[in-house]
């Protein structure tokens, strides 16, 4: 400990202790607080990935204001930003139709600037970023949901003793009656029935309406439905 603080001699064995540690430990706590919420909801980015986005950001905070005695403090953190913006463009997916991951890119972002906040010493400004982007997360995700703003993907599985051919057509055509298309189809057989496997995006009702047309079909069998994933 002695030599690495030698190596920087400005910085005491009590400010080491006092300071910068209560600012990475509140980073990383922060930072864990956002990534729970992301990973209760089964996003890409959850626990850990914003807990160390966090931390790591107020680490180069620290290091950029204790390493740099004189001259220019900030160019160690200067660089975080463009350095998150590489990762939150890795988790924007481009889809048909759409793109998805857009909130994961925009919470890390708002995570770095939460571990900024911290490494600098800013514990009010922190925090109140923190329970105001944990609370835009949960509310507004509920009030999406509850006013049917929120696309999930569903995934529907039905069986026809018709050919593979004739299934895949009656259920595409009552896709292109509801402006929806089948995405990651499969065919399989199952006894004496053609199975279809296929995914569908939409809102909970457009998805409430589509299920009760697939019933209506005569020669549609055994319709089945799990939830996959909201869209962000």
């Known amino acids: 400990m002695n030599f690495i603080l030698s190596m920087v001699p400005h910085v005491s064995l009590e400010d080491l202790f006092s300071k910068s540690l209560a600012r990475l430990t509140l980073a990383a706590f922060l930072g864990g607080i956002v990534g729970l919420e992301r990973e209760l909801k089964r996003r890409p980015a959850g626990l850990r990935t914003n807990m160390f986005i966090c ?13 740099a005695a004189t ?53 009010l400004l922190a925090i109140f970023a923190t329970m105001l982007l944990f609370l835009a997360l949960r509310v507004l995700g509920w009030l999406e949901r509850r006013l049917n703003l929120k696309p999930l993907t569903m995934n529907y599985i039905v069986e026809s003793d018709e050919t593979a051919d004739d ?21 399989s057989r199952a006894g004496n029935l ?34 996959g994933l909201e869209t962000e």
Do not use: C, W
């Open 55 to 67: 931390f790591g950001a107020a680490m180069f905070t620290v290091l950029s204001s204790e390493l």
């Open 71 to 123: 001259g220019d403090q900030a160019r160690i953190a200067a660089q975080i930003i463009p350095g998150i913006g590489f990762i939150g463009a890795g988790s924007i997916l481009h889809a048909k139709g759409g793109v998805s991951g857009l909130t994961t890119a925009a919470t890390l972002f708002v995570v770095a600037s939460i571990g900024m906040a911290s490494g600098g010493g800013l514990y």
């Open 167 to 187: 299934l895949v057509a009656e259920v595409n055509a009552i896709l292109e009656a509801h402006g929806k298309e089948m995405q990651g189809m499969r065919l």
């Open 194 to 227: 053609e199975r279809l496997v296929f995914m569908v995006d939409g809102t909970r009702s457009e998805h409430k309406e589509l299920m009760n047309r697939l019933r209506q079909s005569t020669d549609l069998r055994n319709l089945e439905t799990t939830e």
